[in-house]
Nanobody, 121 residues
Framework: QVQLVESGGGLVQPGGSLRLSCAASGSIASVYVMAWYRQAPGKERELVASIGNSGTTTYADSVKGRFTISRDDAKNTLNLQMNSLKPEDTAVYYC???????????????WGQGTQVTVSS
């Protein structure tokens, strides 16, 4: 009923920038907290940044000042502007959203399929 599709990943040199996007589609009534997570090889998935539907944002300490999360509620999209990228930012990045569908009552967590970000010279 609901799909999250990420785009914008790729290979970038250290110090470069990338912009990730996530589009939510389907039978959506309301979208609440949206977030980006990442998972590097051999590591657990970790929260990168989140944004509430009031616009309140949180960031992992490792990305503060370099990444900016934003959302467009009219289009049900989530973005992550990543600047000054470092090799340690290399990971699969996942979009997550808490959504109530048109036929649902409670918030349900949905995940995208992930997009690879590789930072390397």
């Amino acid at each position: 009923q609901v799909q999250l599709v990420e785009s914008g990943g790729g290979l970038v040199q250290p110090g470069g920038s990338l912009r990730l996007s996530c589009a939510a589609s389907g039978s959506i009534a309301s979208v609440y907290v949206m977030a980006w997570y990442r998972q590097a090889p051999g590591k657990e998935r970790e929260l990168v940044a989140s944004i509430g539907n009031s616009g309140t944002t949180t960031y992992a300490d490792s990305v503060k000042g370099r990444f900016t999360i934003s959302r467009d509620d009219a289009k049900n999209t989530l973005n992550l502007q990543m600047n000054s990228l470092k090799p340690e930012d290399t990971a699969v990045y996942y979009c997550r959203a808490r959504i109530i569908t048109r036929t649902g009552i409670y918030e349900t967590v949905y995940w995208g399929q992930g997009t690879q970000v590789t930072v390397s010279s």
